[in-house]
């Protein structure tokens, strides 16, 4: 969790990963109580992988946005729920026409209390 210095409201991140960041970026940074996006990697083997080191050196990461969201304004099962509606879950290492292990699905979280929420959605 963070807070944000200008009003002291609590803010929650979340990471998503399904197709290329971009798309998944411009969709979410655009949602009301979405505070701020941020496209990055996940889940690779090595530290500060470029874009090429992604693409063509096997790095293991995949293409992720980090969310940064205010859980009085949006909660973490609408936001799931937005992430279900625009990607293919059952999709492996391919969204749409990007196709690749870095182009493939996840939600990646730093806080455990959304574990569940995240294995509900899941089991939805």
């Keep these: 969790m963070d807070t944000d210095k200008g009003t002291n409201r609590i803010l929650k991140e979340i990471y998503l990963a399904g197709g290329c960041f971009w798309g998944t970026e411009k969709y979410f940074s655009l949602i009301k109580g979405i505070v701020s996006t941020e496209v990055g990697y996940a889940n690779g083997n090595t530290e500060n992988p470029t874009y090429e080191?992604?693409?063509?050196?096997?790095?293991?990461?995949?293409?992720?946005?980090?969310?940064?969201?205010?859980?009085?304004?949006?909660?973490?099962?609408?936001?799931?729920k937005l992430y279900f509606d625009v990607i293919d879950p059952l999709s492996k290492n391919r969204q749409g026409n990007?196709?690749?292990t870095q182009y493939r699905s996840g939600i990646y979280y730093t806080d455990d209390r959304d574990r569940e929420i995240i294995l509900n959605s899941i089991n939805e």
């Design 53 to 80: 080191d992604v693409c063509y050196r096997k790095t293991g990461h995949a293409e992720t946005v980090k969310v940064l969201y205010n859980p009085d304004e949006i909660s973490l099962e609408f936001i799931l």
């Design 98 to 100: 990007d196709v690749g």
